[in-house]
């Protein structure tokens, strides 16, 4: 059986971490837009697509240079 006293703590601490659960769910960082995303979500979002961005830039520069190493150095020299 449990005591009173103990009973009580027992519901005080319920009504607490209800309370944090409130809070916590109303606070800024879990805060969700239409989509769903939260802002940690977008900023992961986007440091994701800032990443793909700067890979396939690099990709097509890399792309760029071997095509031109390829066709060699007369590929300047050509009549136009």
């Known amino acids: 059986m449990v ?4 009973k009580a703590a027992r519901e005080l601490n319920d009504d607490r ?15 969700r837009d239409a989509q769903g995303l939260s802002e940690e979500d977008r900023r992961r979002r986007r440091s ?15 792309f760029y240079v071997v095509t031109i190493a390829k066709l060699g150095p007369g590929v300047l020299d050509r009549p136009m």
Do not use: D
């Open 17 to 31: 971490n209800e309370e944090q659960e409130m809070e916590h769910a109303h606070s800024p960082e879990n805060v």
């Open 48 to 62: 994701r697509s800032i990443a793909l961005a700067v890979t396939l830039g690099l990709l097509v520069a890399l």
């Open 3 to 6: 005591k009173p006293h103990k």
